[in-house]
């Protein structure tokens, strides 16, 4: 699976953006899909996952109720909504993709995109 993740850019505090990731390959459905972020001088973190039918998703408590995972399994596309930004959440965003179920712990993913910038200004 290779994914390309895109939409990042540079948005007040308290706007929004969209954050796509595409997936490439047949087995896309097979895969929960994850979303980790890593701000400047800091260790990568999980932001979010989603299962692989779109019907669950789990949440870091720092992103609860202000982002949300979707995922298009027709178009192999997994998305980010980020309301309610913050400047706290500037980072690079990158999504991934585990097999089986959703995971918190960015090692056990197998696939990652490149990452797409957000910058949050106050």
């Known amino acids: 699976v290779q994914l390309q993740a895109s939409g990042g850019g540079l948005v007040q505090a308290g706007g929004s953006l969209r954050l796509s990731c595409a997936a490439s390959?047949?087995?896309?459905?097979?895969?929960?899909m994850g979303w980790f972020r890593q701000a400047p001088g800091k260790e990568r973190e999980f932001v979010g996952t989603i299962n692989r039918s779109g019907s669950n998703s789990y949440y870091a408590d720092s992103v609860k109720g202000r982002f949300t995972i979707s995922r298009d399994n027709a178009n192999n596309m997994v998305y980010l909504q980020m309301n309610k930004l913050k400047p706290e959440d500037t980072a690079v965003y990158y999504c991934?993709?585990?097999?089986?179920?959703?995971?918190?712990?960015?090692?056990?993913?197998?696939?990652w995109g490149q990452g797409t910038l957000v910058t949050v200004s106050s």
């Open positions: 390959g047949r087995t896309f459905s097979s895969y929960a």
């Open positions: 991934a993709a585990v097999l089986g179920s959703p995971n918190y712990s960015d090692y056990t993913y197998d696939f």
